[in-house]
Nanobody
Framework: QVQLVESGGGLVQAGGSLRLSCAAS????????MGWFRQAPGEEREFVAT????????AYADSVKGRFTISRDNAKNTVYLQMNSLKPEDTAVYYC?????????????????WGQGTQVTVSS
């Protein structure tokens, strides 16, 4: 089992950047495919980015492609989401998730462990 704790959220102006961190404990993140999801008020949780367990393959939602980058640091047992050129529509609670499968995935049901979320607010 793995425990996930997100950090790095906050308030930023449109066009700015944030880097979210997802610190894992219990097991190494390299054993899991990892994903980032987000949920805005009144909306369903949506896929943002995913990384396979080997770290060689990534995928992104169309809405963030070219602006967000998912990565992992195995030495720190941490997964990151670098978010650039932020827009007001990126405002949401961002969740980190881990899947016992090795392959990347964009469906929330594939993920077995979730963090508590971190708030990102982008002002216009």
């Amino acid at each position: 089992q793995v425990q996930l704790v997100e950090s790095g959220g906050g308030l930023v102006q449109a066009g700015g950047s944030l880097r979210l961190s997802c610190a894992a404990s219990g097991r190494t993140v390299s054993s899991y495919a990892m994903g980032w999801f987000r949920q805005a008020p009144g909306e369903e949780r949506e896929f943002v980015a995913t990384l396979n367990c080997g770290g060689s393959s990534t995928a992104y939602a169309d809405s963030v492609k070219g602006r967000f980058t998912i990565s992992r640091d195995n030495a720190k047992n941490t997964v990151y989401l670098q978010m650039n050129s932020l827009k007001p529509e990126d405002t949401a609670v961002y969740y980190c998730a881990a899947s016992r499968t090795c392959s990347r995935g964009s469906y929330a049901w594939r993920y077995d462990y979730w963090g508590q979320g971190t708030q990102v607010t982008v002002s216009s």
